[in-house]
Every structure is written in C-alpha cells, then in structure tokens.
C-alpha cells in the first residue's frame, strides 16, 4: 500500500469556515505552515479565498498578495518543503509557482480559469483536479447538488478534465483528483463518495479534503466546526484505509499520530518495514 502523505492547511483568509483570521497576515501564516510541519505534514496547502458555502469572490490582485508572500518566505524558511496553492485562478496559480509552489489545487476542476491547465504544464507543477458545479455562491442550490449516481457523475467529470489537462501538457503522473466533499454535494453524497472510494481511484491518485466540514457536523450534531475534529481523524484513517493518496487535513498533529499507530499495528512501522497492510495478510478484518 502506498503512502497517505498529510496536506496541512493554511487559509491566509479572514472568512474560512473553520478557522478565519487566525493565519490572515504573513507571518502569522508562515508561523502555521511551520508548525504543521514540525507535526508531521508532508506538504503545504496555502489558499487566498475562502471556497466555503456562500463566499464571494476574491480579486486576483488581492489573492496574489496573500499567499505569494507566504510561499517565498516559508520556501526561504523551508527550502524543501513542498507547497500546494489552492486556487481556481490561473493568474493566481501562476504567481504562486514562480514564488516556490509546486503544486496547483483547483478545486473548479478547471472550469474557472480555463487556462489553468496549460499553466500547470508550464512550470511541470502538479495538478489537483477538483469537482463542483457552479461557484461557491450557487454550489449548494438544489438542482446543483442532483446526481442519478454521485460517484459515476464525478468521475466522468475527472476523466474529462484529467484529457484536457494531458492535451495542454500535463504530465499523467502529475495529476491527482480530488471529489470535493460538500461542493455542490449533500450530506450523504459526500459519505457515498467515501464509501466508494474504490471506484473513485480507478480514475487516479485521489486526495481527501474533509476537515472539519460540515457532513461530520450533521451527522455528531455538532455545529461547531472546531469541534468535529475526532470525526475528522476518522474519515482520515478511512481514507488511509482505502488508499487514498493524500488527506487535506487543519489538525496535522493527530493526524500524522494516528497514521503512525495505525501503520505500526499493521505492521508497517519501522520495526517491520514495508510488512504490507493487515487486510492483505490476515484478509478483510474491516
């Protein structure tokens, strides 16, 4: 089984759902990125504006000024560490990366900027391929959220993008797919689209962002976005288990902490390198 590397989340933005403001400047931002790392996180996802429910657009220009400036003083900082932008603007990605980014998050599935693509294969970044339908403002309307079949409709989406990706130039191995839990999606879709994660990674690497989002909250009855984070780390260890190739997570710590028990009691830890996961070897005991 490979790897499920952890993405730490830093929202240089004053209205994320979960934790607005408290990383809105550059250092504060920067300060975070290296805490999340020095907890375990493989990479860095840093974002400009907030894709929750109802928000409105960011001007590039302002976009840009938030997150070039943390991505060069953490490469500065971190040299090695690698850094994912999280935008739908290809003026956005493009700054991003000429200041130390490597990777591009676009959670439009690059139905925003429709030259995201060539932009990406520009700079041999790799490419995240989210799916919705519509803008933040309208993705939770009813006739967004109706699907005859959730899993299939998003990846038909992802196999469409994931060609038009490749003729601009991205490189196949460089693309990763991300289902986008609670865009343009209900409660129980979103819990669907995990339930069937096999079939989500026939398509490619796939990349689980579901902190601390609402689907937990409506199903621990807990409205508190800060407090769901035990329900969190357990769609994080399911998504581990069916091999997912990154969680997008705010709680790196405990993330990082659970990963590590659970590769160590399915004998993957460091006293059994490479053992293979238990299913494997004692059959499906989950």
């Avoid at 493989?42 to 907030?50: Q, T």
């Avoid at 490619?204 to 902190?211: A, F, N, Q, T």
Wanted: with cysteine.
């Amino acid at each position: 089984m490979k790897r499920t590397e952890i993405m730490g989340i830093v929202n240089v933005t004053p209205d994320s759902f979960s934790d607005g403001g408290t990383s809105a400047t550059t250092e504060a931002a920067v300060d975070k990125a290296l805490r999340l790392l020095d907890e375990g996180a493989d990479l860095i996802d840093v974002g400009g504006e907030s894709t929750r429910p109802g928000a409105l657009e960011v001007p590039a220009a302002e976009e840009i000024a938030r997150v070039a400036p943390v991505i060069q003083q953490l490469k500065r900082l971190r040299p090695d560490c690698v850094i994912s932008v999280d935008t739908r603007k290809s003026a956005v990605a493009r700054a991003a990366l000429n200041a130390g980014a490597t990777i591009v998050n676009d959670v439009s599935g690059l139905s925003f900027s429709l030259d995201m693509a060539a932009t990406a294969a520009a700079f041999e970044a790799r490419l995240i391929i989210g799916h919705t339908r519509g803008t933040p403002e309208r993705m939770r309307r009813p006739e967004n959220c109706r699907y005859a079949d959730v899993t299939a409709a998003v990846c038909a989406f992802w196999t469409a993008r994931a060609e038009a990706a490749e003729q601009a130039g991205v490189k196949r191995e460089n693309l990763l797919f991300d289902p986008c839990l609670g865009f343009a999606k209900t409660a129980e879709q979103d819990w669907t689209l995990l339930r069937q994660m096999e079939e989500l990674r026939r398509v490619g690497p796939v990349l689980i962002g579901h902190s601390r989002k609402s689907f937990l909250g409506a199903l621990l009855g807990e409205p508190e976005p800060l407090r769901r984070e035990a329900g969190t780390l357990a769609v994080s260890l399911h998504a581990l288990m069916h091999g997912a190739a990154m969680v997008r997570v705010h709680d790196v710590r405990a993330t990082a902490e659970a990963f590590r028990v659970w590769r160590h009691l399915a004998g993957d830890g460091p006293e059994n390198p490479g053992g293979g996961c238990c299913k494997e070897r004692c059959g499906e005991i989950y």
